[in-house]
Structure formats: C-alpha cells, structure tokens
C-alpha cells in the first residue's frame, strides 16, 4: 500500500542527547514536510524539501536538523539544542503541484517525550 | 506574519448541523484548505478553496470569501465519528507553496 510510515511511534529522549526520527513514503511525491504539534495547537513548520539534497528552514527550525539523500526518505533529527523537544511530530508530502491544491499526506505521527 | 483564527471548541447533536469558522491574515493568499485529525491520529485533508463560493462533498461543504479573508466548514447530519478536530490551512506562494495551520477546533458530537 501507498502511503507515509512514521518510525517510532513514540520515543523518548535524554538530557543531551540527540534523537532522529524516521519518516519514509512510497507515493512518489518530491516534497516532504515535517511539523510539530503541541497539545491543543495546530501544526507548526519545522523543515521542508521540494526535491532530494534540498531543503528549507520553516518556522521553527532551531535545534532540528534534516537531511533529504533520497527521495522516499526525510529523517528528522531533534539535537541537544532543542530546549523543548516534547511534541507530537507530523511527516507530510505532497505530490508534484500539490493537485493544485497543496494537498498534504500525512504519516501517523511520533509522540517524543523527555526522560 | 500569517495567522488564522478558529474557535478552540464546538459542540453539537448528533443528526445536526455544524459550521468552523477560520479568519485568516496572510500575505501571498491562495486558497484555505481543511484536515480532520482524530485524536492521536494523522490529519486527513477534506477540502479545498482557491475561488469564493462554496465547495460541497458529501456530508462536508467549504466556503471561502477572499474579500472578508474568512472561510467556513459546514458539517451536515453529524454522526458521533466526526468528533475531531478540525484545521483550517492557508495555502501561500512565498516560493514553496506551504501550508500555515490554524489552531484547530475541536469538535465533540453528543447523542
């Protein structure tokens, strides 16, 4: 089946320490996304990739890093310098135009928490 | 900056009818789109406006006014499911057509 796989489900994190998040899709789409959503709070841009070796810096970039070295994969890494890093975090992509209409596909989510 | 407003809650009866409003203030508007997300759940897109007017699917009807930079989801015949919440998106042509979310309404449907 088509679709975007989000891996793990939930994770947690140390002081310090770094953790990188999986997100992988098989549509075929050029752009991917990654958002971040606190509890009661719509979603919020971290990165975006329109095509593989790029990507762009959204709203809340500081202390997360991507990288985008194939086109199924975007794997998010969530450094020591992010102070807050407790979130549900969200993959999208969308297709080549977005159907016009930006219509963003999105994976099930990783719930990170803070030891 | 871009934001967009919506009602944090909405209540209504099963069988009813319901309507999410969003007011938006964007540069480099293009259209409003809306997404449900259960709870825990990944966002799903259900409609999309570029023109004024009202767009209908099914159960669930989206209307846009560029002129008031308001736009509304109309939810029909409420069954218990449609407990959600409810994102209205902006879409913008600032070079990488992205997406800026509302806060999300969350809707709770009572028997």
């Known amino acids: 089946d088509g679709g975007i796989t989000q891996s793990p489900k939930y994770l947690f994190r140390k002081e310090g320490q770094n953790v990188t998040l999986s997100c992988e899709q098989n549509?075929?789409?050029?752009?991917m996304y990654w958002y971040r959503q606190d509890p009661g709070q719509g979603l919020r841009l971290i990165y975006y990739?329109?095509?593989?070796?790029?990507?762009q810096k959204g709203d809340i970039a500081e202390g997360y890093s991507v990288s985008r070295e194939k086109k199924e994969s975007f794997p998010l890494t969530v450094t020591s310098a992010q102070k807050n890093p407790t979130a549900f975090y969200l993959c999208?992509?969308?297709?080549?135009?977005?159907?016009?209409?930006?219509?963003?596909?999105f994976g099930a989510g990783t719930r990170l928490s803070v030891l | 900056g871009q934001s967009l407003e919506q009602p944090s809650e909405v209540t209504a009866v099963e069988g009813a009818i319901v309507q999410i409003n969003c007011t938006y203030q964007t540069s480099g508007f293009y259209g409003l789109s809306w997404y449900q997300q259960h709870d825990g759940g990944a966002p799903t897109f259900l409609s999309y406006n570029a023109l004024d007017g009202l767009e209908e699917t099914g159960r669930f009807s989206s209307f846009l006014s560029r002129s008031d930079s308001y736009g509304y989801l109309l939810l029909q015949e409420l069954q218990m499911k449609d407990s959600a919440s409810y994102f209205c998106a902006a879409r913008v042509q600032t070079g990488a057509n992205n997406l800026f979310f509302g806060t999300g309404t969350r809707l709770t449907v009572i028997p």
């Open positions: 549509l075929n789409h050029d752009a």
């Open positions: 999208a992509s969308s297709p080549p135009g977005g159907e016009g209409k930006n219509i963003q596909y």
């Open positions: 990739s329109q095509i593989v070796n790029d990507f």
